[in-house]
C-alpha cells in the first residue's frame, strides 16, 4: 500500500547535525514533489522544506534556511532531510508528507508516522 | 507568509453534536483551504480539499465551505471518533504553505 516511513530522529546538542530519511512506497515517487513539515511539542504544524519531483526545485522555510538541505533520490524511493547547526526550537516531531495529486505542492494525503528529533544540552 | 487564524482554540461538544470551526486566512486564498484531522500520537489526516471537498474515504458528516479568507468546517452529528484536533492549511501561497494554529475538540 502507500506508505512513507520516517527514520533518523535522535536526540542531538545544539550546533549538531542530524540526517531524516524518508522511504516513500507503493507509489510512484518520482512523480511527486514531496515535503518535510514539523510539529513542536503541543504545537501546530509547520511546512519546513519542499523538493520537486526531479530535484530542479527546492524550498525551505524561512526558519530554516540555509540550515536544512532537503535532497531525493528517486531510483532508492528514498526523500532526505540534512539538518545543520540544529537549535533547541528545532526539537519535534518530523513528518514526511506527500501532496494529492502529483507535481503539485498542495493538501497532504500521505503522511508518515513521523520522526522525533530532540536538540538539548 | 500567510497567517492562519483558527477559532475557537478549543471546544467542548457531546456526541450528536453539531459543530463548526472556522479559518481566517491574512489575505485572499480562493480556495487553496485544506482541512486536517489529528488524534494524539497520531500523523495528521486529510478531510477535506480545496475548501468544500471530501477527501475520499472521510465520512460524509464532515464537510467544508468558504472561499477568499473565511472558511468552515462542519462536523454534522459528532462521533466518538471525532474527538481530535483539527487544522486549516493555506496552499495558496506556495511553497510557503502555512497551518492554522489547530482546534481543540473535547468531549
Known amino acids: 500500500q502507500v506508505q512513507l516511513v520516517e527514520s533518523g530522529g535522535a536526540l542531538v546538542k545544539p550546533g549538531g547535525s542530524l540526517r531524516l530519511s524518508c522511504a516513500a512506497s507503493?507509489?510512484?515517487?518520482?512523480?511527486?514533489?514531496m515535503s518535510w513539515l514539523r510539529q513542536a511539542p503541543g504545537k501546530g504544524l509547520e511546512w519546513v522544506s519542499y523538493?520537486?519531483?526531479?530535484?530542479?526545485?527546492?524550498h525551505n522555510a524561512d526558519s530554516v534556511k540555509g540550515r536544512f538541505t532537503i535532497s531525493r533520490d528517486n531510483a532508492k524511493n528514498l526523500l532526505y532531510l540534512q539538518m545543520d547547526d540544529l537549535r533547541v526550537e528545532d526539537t519535534g516531531i518530523y513528518y514526511c508528507?506527500?501532496?494529492?495529486?502529483?507535481?503539485?505542492?498542495?493538501?497532504?494525503?500521505?503522511w508518515g508516522q513521523g520522526t522525533t528529533v530532540t536538540v538539548s544540552s | 507568509d500567510i497567517q492562519m487564524t483558527q477559532s475557537p482554540s478549543s471546544l467542548s461538544a457531546s456526541v450528536g453534536d453539531r459543530v463548526t470551526i472556522t479559518c481566517r486566512a491574512s489575505?485572499?486564498?480562493?480556495?487553496?483551504l485544506n482541512w486536517y484531522l489529528q488524534k494524539p500520537g497520531r500523523a495528521p489526516k486529510l478531510l477535506i480539499y480545496?475548501?468544500?471537498n471530501l477527501q475520499s474515504g472521510v465520512p460524509s458528516r464532515f464537510s467544508g465551505s468558504g472561499s477568499g479568507t473565511d472558511f468552515t468546517l462542519t462536523i454534522h452529528s459528532l462521533q466518538p471518533e471525532d474527538f481530535a484536533t483539527y487544522f486549516c492549511?493555506?496552499?495558496?501561497?506556495?511553497?510557503?504553505?502555512?497551518f492554522g494554529q489547530g482546534t481543540r475538540l473535547e468531549i
Open positions: 508528507a506527500r501532496p494529492q495529486q502529483p507535481l503539485t505542492h498542495d493538501a497532504f494525503d500521505i
Open positions: 523538493i520537486s519531483s526531479r530535484s530542479s526545485s527546492s
Open positions: 492549511q493555506q496552499s495558496y501561497s506556495t511553497p510557503s504553505i502555512t
Open positions: 507503493g507509489f510512484k515517487f518520482n512523480d511527486y514533489y
Open positions: 489575505q485572499n486564498v480562493y480556495s487553496y
Open positions: 480545496g475548501a468544500s
